[in-house]
């Protein structure tokens, strides 16, 4: 993807930045020596990627591990020029280093290649021009939440009847008499005022955030 916006710059120089908090996926049975197909498709994309104007800074934040990172980092093969930066920042930020003279550590490990890099692209004459083995790649779009789905997931989400109500429904109504219930005394003046804005005089008190006059 990132060589697709380079090429649709007209070759303009770009600078790719990756933040991760874990290597490449590398699967036990892989031996040592030898690259895990994930490794393999990432070695590839960084070569292919050195035929363009376009520099790859890996940021590495976490624990890692990051030996294969490292690997990436001086030992992959058959570039145009050496377009791979790997920094480990948790490394350089846990040193008991002031905090700017960590920041600048981290800042010029990020950037202190791409100069060379930059002269390498010129150099190659790679800056300006556009790639004609270029695949075009074009981003997907994000997933419609549309109203269907919405109501689907209402429908999906409405909670079941619990044991007691089911239980009410089912039971048999009482046909005999009702009990006489005992109807509240009128409210008084005193409980008018209590509920009533004593500055409007119109407006009921709202308990949770009053009226807009207290």
């Not at 390498?120 to 004609?132: F, P, Q």
């Amino acid at each position: 993807m990132a060589t697709t916006i380079v090429q649709q710059s007209g070759g303009q120089y770009h600078v790719l930045l990756i933040i991760a908090d874990g290597q490449v996926t590398r699967s036990v049975d892989t031996e040592r020596g030898h690259l895990s197909p994930q490794e393999q498709r990432t070695v590839d994309a960084i070569v292919k990627a050195s035929e363009y104007p376009l520099s790859i800074v890996l940021v590495g934040v976490g624990d890692g591990p990051w030996e294969m990172m490292k690997e990436f980092d001086d030992n992959i093969p058959a570039r145009a020029f050496d377009n791979f930066q790997f920094v480990n920042f948790t490394e350089i930020m846990s040193k008991s280093s002031p905090e700017k003279r960590k920041e600048t550590e981290f800042a010029l490990s990020a950037l202190m290649e791409i100069p060379s890099q930059y002269k390498a692209t010129l150099d190659l004459n790679l800056l300006g021009s556009k790639n004609s083995k270029a695949v075009e790649r074009v981003p997907l779009p994000p997933p419609l939440y549309s109203a269907a789905a919405a109501a689907a997931n209402s429908c999906s989400t409405k909670p079941s009847p619990s044991p007691s109500s089911s239980y009410k429904q089912s039971s048999p109504s009482y046909s005999g008499p009702k009990p006489s219930v005992g109807t509240a005394p009128p409210a008084s003046f005193s409980d008018f005022d209590n509920k009533v804005c004593p500055i409007c005089l119109t407006n009921p008190k709202d308990m949770a955030f009053g009226c807009g006059h207290q």
